[in-house]
């Protein structure tokens, strides 16, 4: 079956990000928000022209399937002969199971239904995206693209926790994530830089959720996320790696709920707790506040303890990628980074890092030891081509 035109849909709770690509050409995007509430659809085409950007009626933001109408019409009124030829979803959790998409059968959907207990505030979502696109586009193949899929190369070493081993067998497991992000880099890295593509990479994914991952081969190693999102680095508002003594302790001695600590570790920890002013990396360096300054570096100083673990891990080093909003766009973040990286004979060339990462950037030295480097990812085109494989084998 050729595949020409693939739309990619990434469902969260009340929003819904879309992508259209043509070949591996991104053609239009854009995104509703605000479903279940008050909603609106905006989308524009690759030049530029808005194609649609206005309110949804409570009918049409009733739910995903309703919704995913609006964007069957957004289509149309860019292009009134598409044919959309196959639907790339972003599934979160794959349990450990999948180390590849899948296309969605019924019996597929039904066992994918069985994984939401792993990814809660994710997976259901997804899967209503599923299940909407069924419905908007009938007959179309519809691929399941994981999260977690990257990651399952991790030995047991690395994927285990150290409790009993029943929990390991019954999926408690350091799954990661962030893993369409990585793959794109670990492809894209033959494109750009193909003297380390083969080599020992360190990715930093460094967006309002952030994840790094040690990648040698172009496969994952091990990754800084675990058994959900929380794990690992510092984040917008996520604590990354706790002490779960300390979950104890706040149940213990203020009297709070598992749901009351959840909330306080995913929604108001990080780098929204540390400096009490935001989760946005620019408003932290753009504020004088020596409060914001110290949670900068208390966030570069997460990400060097976990880089060393992971570099340790692979037996070396060849290049870092960083990427993801901050990744890409903060030069301060990453000139903090690489200096802790000095001692390994990383040497970042200042003024190539005042660029942004719009295709990639290089910003060591040439005689840096370690190619140090700012990818712009896709995560979107990554799904698109995933999608495209799965339909045309
Ligand atoms: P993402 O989740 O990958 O879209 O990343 C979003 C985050 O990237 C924002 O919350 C900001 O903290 C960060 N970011 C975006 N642009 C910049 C910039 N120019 N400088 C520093 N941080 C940025």
Known sequence: MTIETILVLNAGSSSIKFQLFKGEESVLSGQIDGL????????????????????????????????????????????????????????????????????VTDEVFAELETFNDLAPLHNPHNLAGIQGAKEAFPGKPNVACFDTAFHRTQEFKNEAYAIP????????????MHGQSFHYIAEELHNVAPEVANGK?????????????????????????GFTPLDGLAMGTRSGTID???????????GMSAKEVANLLNKESGMKGLSGISQDMRDLENSDSPVAARALEYYENRILREM??????????DAVVFTGGIGENSSQTRAGVCKGLEFLGAELDEEANKGRAKDALVISKPSSKVKLMAIATDEEGMIARQTRAICEA
Request: hydrophobic fraction near 45%.
């Open 36 to 103: 279940g509430a008050s909603a609106w659809i905006k989308g524009k085409s690759a030049e530029g022209a808005v194609i649609m950007d206005r309110a949804l009626s409570d009918e049409e933001a009733k739910n995903h399937n309703t919704a995913l109408q609006v964007i069957l019409a957004l289509l149309k009124e860019f292009d009134s002969e598409l044919e959309v030829d196959a639907i790339g979803h972003r599934v979160v959790h794959g349990s450990a199971k999948y180390s590849a998409p899948v296309l």
């Open 201 to 225: 990479v360190v990715v930093a994914h460094l967006g309002n959720g952030a994840s790094m991952c040690a990648i040698e081969n172009g496969k994952c190693v091990t990754t800084t996320m």
């Open 165 to 176: 081993l029943k929990y390991y067998e019954e999926g408690v497991r350091r799954y990661g």
């Open 308 to 317: 060393g673990g992971l570099i340790a891990v692979m037996g070396g080093l």
């Open 244 to 254: 779960a003594g300390v979950v104890f302790y706040m149940m213990d001695h203020y």
